[in-house]
């Protein structure tokens, strides 16, 4: 009889370098491979036109196009999995390490249902968990010695590729359970959202490396210009795993002038890590406990202006509607946003964190929790307090010509590249110029970050 594996295909949507395949196509004979839609996760997402499923689903048509063999089912992956294996007679289901807290508890919970084998292996980081710790065994709680650790810690063998044999993922005959190819978005109750701003799929995937690669001795000074191509377009492909987080690091080590782009992936690693070690931060705690019963006191119609993009602060809302119409976010803006929400409208970075996990087509919750706290001087390694981004010097210095501006709030397109960074009076009233369709600044800048200094000053 030939021995069997059944992979489990999560957050690693792609076909080469894959640990989960190298594994169960090294030691079984047969091969298959599966993915669950899975209703616990899709219930909950009220935008039926969400981003993020439609990549997931396109990413999967190229890997079943691909094997012809893929198996998709819609469902509670607790039930439909355990019952997927029996009806393949696998001897072990593979899948990759995921550090949220529903998805531990998830395969706990998969685990306990099956009366075979199930194993988990390494697949979206290089070091995780506790692999990288300090000296008295207790997880680093600032970035640059977490990272000056991590690169020492590592060898060659952690970047080197997985190479599974694809000639053993078998086609299932007869399947009662789920259905052999892809669902529609239709048909576990979404719809098409049209063409993404980035292309889903792992040979999406690997034509963004190949147009980023030139531009990489670049990156440590463009990657801040949300009007440059700048930055590698990775993220998304990272968090669905349409590319192997490995050969970004192989690309990154293989080249002297990619330090910086490196520090950014080990940045990710960090924040996976304190999720792991502390999964109360993906329940809304702050890092820093001293600020997690913080009142804030801003108002809640500001939050609503500045999810629509219409603060008055034109950078600010340049980023939240390019945000809205896209699902993307430039990490420099990312950063502004964030911090003019927490302290210049003095705004519970929790909702702006829930905002972008509905919303962030690249939504990971270690990162993205990682990135509100140290935004907003709650998390680790945070942005002191009292060090806070001016909105309209972020402007002028990372976007001097308004081209980002222009693109995404037209009502200020005709401006000149001075005035279209403050269309207003030094107070915020307006000039003959400012125009009549664009809001005036909700908040003062000077007085709110005055009004953030004491609120979270011990």
């Known amino acids: 009889m030939p021995t069997k594996a059944l992979v489990w295909l999560r957050r690693d949507l792609r076909l080469s370098d894959h640990?989960?395949?190298?594994?169960?196509?090294?030691?079984?004979?047969?091969v298959f491979i599966a993915f669950v839609y899975d209703t616990n996760i899709l219930n909950d997402l009220s935008n039926k036109k969400d981003r993020r499923i439609q990549f997931i689903q396109e990413s999967l048509s190229e890997i079943h196009k691909t094997t012809k063999s893929l198996i998709t089912l819609h469902g509670n992956p607790i039930q439909l999995i355990p019952e997927l294996a029996n009806e393949l007679e696998v001897d072990t289901v593979i899948t990759a390490h995921d550090d949220d807290p529903y998805a531990i508890k998830r395969d706990q919970e998969v685990k306990s249902?099956?009366?075979?084998?199930?194993?988990?292996?390494?697949?979206?980081?290089?070091?995780e968990k506790q692999e990288v710790?300090?000296?008295?065994?207790?997880?680093?709680?600032?970035?640059?010695?977490?990272?000056?650790?991590?690169?020492?810690?590592?060898?060659?063998?952690?970047?080197?590729?997985?190479?599974?044999?694809?000639?053993?993922?078998?086609?299932?005959?007869?399947?009662?359970?789920?259905?052999?190819?892809?669902?529609?978005?239709?048909?576990?109750?979404?719809?098409?959202?049209?063409?993404?701003?980035?292309?889903?799929?792992?040979?999406?995937?690997?034509v963004q490396l190949k147009e980023f690669l030139p531009k990489i001795s670049h990156y440590r000074e463009d990657?801040?210009?949300p009007a440059k191509s700048g930055t590698s377009g990775l993220s998304v492909h990272l968090?669905?795993?349409?590319?192997?987080?490995?050969?970004?690091?192989?690309?990154?080590?293989?080249?002297?002038?990619?330090?910086?782009?490196?520090?950014?992936?080990?940045?990710?690693?960090?924040?996976?890590?304190?999720?792991?070690?502390?999964?109360?931060?993906?329940?809304?705690?702050?890092f820093q406990p001293q600020y997690n019963d913080i009142k804030w006191p801003g108002n809640i119609d500001h939050l609503e202006a500045w999810k629509a993009g219409q603060t008055g602060y034109p950078l600010v809302d340049a980023a939240m509607r390019c945000f809205n119409n896209t699902g993307a976010m430039h990490n420099r803006?990312?950063?502004?946003?964030?911090?003019?929400?927490?302290?210049?409208?003095?705004?519970?970075?929790?909702?702006?964190?829930?905002?972008f996990a509905e919303n962030l087509l690249d939504f990971e919750l270690a990162s993205n929790n990682?990135?509100?706290?140290?935004?907003?001087?709650?998390?680790?390694?945070?942005?002191?307090?009292?060090?806070?981004?001016?909105?309209?010097?972020?402007?002028?210095?990372?976007?001097?010509?308004?081209?980002?501006?222009?693109?995404?709030?037209?009502?200020?397109?005709h401006l000149d590249n001075k005035s279209i960074h403050w269309p207003f009076n030094p107070d915020g009233t307006p000039t003959l110029e400012t125009p009549s369709d664009y809001p005036l600044p909700i908040v003062s800048h000077?007085?709110?970050?005055?009004?953030?200094?004491k609120l979270f000053k011990p």
């Not at 249902?113 to 070091?127: A, C, G, P, S």
């Not at 669905?240 to 992936?265: D, N, P």
């Open 446 to 453: 000077p007085l709110q970050k005055q009004a953030a200094i």
């Open 239 to 286: 968090r669905f795993g349409t590319i192997s987080i490995r050969e970004c690091f192989r690309q990154a080590r293989s080249r002297t002038s990619a330090t910086k782009w490196e520090t950014e992936l080990i940045w990710r690693e960090f924040y996976h890590m304190l999720l792991a070690n502390f999964p109360e931060l993906g329940q809304g705690r702050t």
């Open 370 to 413: 990682g990135g509100w706290q140290w935004s907003a001087s709650t998390g680790a390694d945070a942005q002191p307090y009292f060090r806070i981004f001016n909105p309209y010097l972020q402007s002028v210095k990372f976007d001097p010509e308004g081209t980002f501006i222009r693109e995404w709030v037209p009502e200020l397109a």
């Open 19 to 30: 640990t989960a395949l190298e594994v169960a196509t090294r030691k079984y004979d047969e």
């Open 113 to 127: 249902q099956l009366n075979r084998e199930f194993q988990t292996v390494l697949d979206h980081l290089i070091k």
């Open 133 to 206: 710790m300090k000296d008295d065994g207790t997880p680093y709680r600032v970035f640059t010695p977490y990272s000056r650790a991590w690169r020492n810690i590592v060898n060659p063998s952690d970047f080197a590729a997985r190479k599974p044999d694809l000639t053993k993922i078998v086609t299932p005959k007869n399947l009662r359970i789920g259905k052999l190819g892809n669902h529609t978005l239709n048909e576990i109750g979404f719809e098409d959202c049209g063409p993404l701003i980035y292309t889903p799929g792992e040979s999406a995937a690997q």
């Open 223 to 225: 990657r801040n210009f």
């Open 333 to 355: 803006l990312r950063m502004v946003v964030a911090m003019f929400l927490t302290k210049d409208l003095l705004i519970d970075w929790r909702l702006g964190e829930q905002y």
